[in-house]
């Protein structure tokens, strides 16, 4: 099992490792409008576009066949990840390849409202939660930045589809998403108290929650290098394993978010030039796939927000972005990410 795990990991990290040809180390700055590239009607020799957007292709593709080639081989069940989940990823596996390291992130400063709901952490008890196998009450809590706090204080989509689906059991939801915030400070909330938008929040594992979402934070991320993808895979090791080891009879679901659209990306509160929209963009996106190509190799339930909300460009959905920030999920937004989280939850069965 560990060699196939192993022999797995390797061929991913050979495989992003092999230079494209068809990305230079010199680039040639196209004269040409940010409307001409996305609608494919300017194509110079080089263009930062075309190479982006191909090598975003081949690696989809790669990493697709790749996983597809070792899936017959996994074991049935799949095994679980509790008993030693460091030793898996000796080696991090980004989506990027270094070539692309000019691309730098461009931090969302942009906070929005939520607040701990006071009736959830009376029911929580915090920490005091009843963990009989037998349950009738689950407490499901979601770690994450803004796009995790614009969801509401109280998750209501999320309660909707629960009560839907499940209309016997009692829930108790936590929004564990602080805005402006990146992935190495959501590790610190699940063991540290902290305080936002003058709300005091407990550390998440005092809450006990039965499930824990954990989404990309890929909104802020750091810069667009190999080493910032090393960073962010291994940050989410950190987060699986602490989960693991601190609250074992906790279950994991990774969340990955919508997809941002470059041509209106932060209009509205940004208002950043057409370069800088389109660089954030593409680095949002880089570490979206990052995200996901971690919970594959992790064998961790993914729900799958991301790769739904594109349009037929590739880019983000503007009906499932927020119109007034054009960062944040909109209202069809928000239901598409919690029905992504309620589909996951019924297909591996994490709610008896």
């Known amino acids: 099992?560990?060699?196939?795990?192993?022999?797995?990991?390797?061929?991913?990290?050979?495989?992003?490792?092999?230079?494209?040809?068809?990305?230079?180390?010199?680039?040639?700055?196209?004269?040409?409008t940010f409307g001409d590239l996305l609608n494919n009607n300017y194509?110079?020799?080089?263009?930062?576009?075309?190479?982006?957007?191909?090598?975003?292709?081949v690696v989809e593709e790669n990493g697709r066949k790749s996983l597809a080639s070792f899936s017959p081989r996994l074991p049935s069940p799949i095994p679980d990840l509790a008993e030693n989940i460091a030793g898996y990823f000796i080696t991090p596996v980004p989506t990027l390849h270094p070539k692309l390291e000019q691309i730098l992130a461009q931090a969302n400063s942009f906070q929005s409202?939520?607040?701990?709901?006071?009736?959830?952490?009376?029911?929580?008890?915090?920490?005091?939660?009843?963990?009989?196998?037998?349950?009738?009450?689950?407490?499901?809590?979601?770690?994450?930045?803004?796009?995790?706090?614009?969801?509401?204080?109280?998750?209501?989509?999320?309660?909707?589809?629960?009560k839907q689906n499940y209309?016997?059991?009692?829930?108790?939801?936590?929004?564990?998403?602080q805005g402006a915030t990146n992935i190495d400070q959501g590790l610190y909330r699940l063991t540290h108290p902290t305080k936002y938008l003058d709300i005091d929040y407990p550390p998440l594992f005092h809450l006990n929650p039965d499930i824990i979402i954990v989404e990309s934070f890929a909104y802020?991320?750091?810069?667009?290098?190999?080493?910032?993808?090393?960073?962010?895979?291994?940050?989410?090791?950190?987060?699986?394993?602490?989960?693991k080891n601190y609250s074992p009879e906790t279950k994991i679901i990774m969340l990955a978010t919508i997809s941002p659209n470059p041509k209106i990306y932060g209009d509205g509160i940004l208002n950043w030039p057409t370069n800088r929209k389109w660089d954030a963009v593409i680095t949002t996106k880089a570490y979206l796939q990052n995200?996901?190509?971690?919970?594959?190799?992790?064998?961790?339930?993914?729900?799958?927000?991301?790769?739904?909300?594109?349009?037929?460009?590739?880019?983000?959905?503007?009906?499932?972005?927020?119109?007034?920030?054009?960062?944040?999920?909109?209202?069809?937004?928000?239901?598409?990410?919690?029905?992504?989280?309620?589909?996951?939850?019924?297909?591996?069965?994490?709610?008896?």
């Open 43 to 57: 194509q110079p020799p080089s263009p930062d576009y075309e190479k982006i957007k191909l090598f975003l292709q």
């Open 167 to 177: 209309p016997h059991k009692n829930f108790v939801l936590l929004n564990y998403g």
């Open 291 to 352: 995200f996901i190509n971690f919970a594959n190799a992790a064998y961790l339930p993914l729900a799958d927000a991301y790769n739904p909300s594109l349009n037929g460009d590739g880019h983000g959905d503007p009906k499932f972005i927020n119109p007034t920030d054009n960062l944040h999920p909109s209202s069809e937004g928000k239901l598409l990410i919690t029905q992504k989280i309620v589909d996951t939850i019924k297909s591996f069965n994490l709610i008896k």
């Open 113 to 162: 409202t939520t607040y701990l709901p006071a009736e959830a952490l009376a029911k929580a008890g915090l920490g005091q939660a009843d963990l009989n196998p037998a349950k009738s009450s689950y407490t499901i809590a979601i770690l994450g930045d803004s796009m995790t706090d614009t969801l509401g204080k109280d998750l209501p989509h999320l309660s909707s589809l629960l």
């Open 220 to 243: 802020n991320h750091w810069g667009g290098e190999l080493n910032d993808l090393n960073r962010h895979w291994l940050a989410l090791v950190k987060i699986v394993d602490a989960i």
């Open 1 to 32: 099992m560990h060699k196939i795990r192993l022999t797995l990991l390797l061929s991913f990290f050979f495989l992003f490792s092999i230079p494209l040809n068809s990305v230079s180390a010199q680039t040639i700055i196209p004269q040409v």
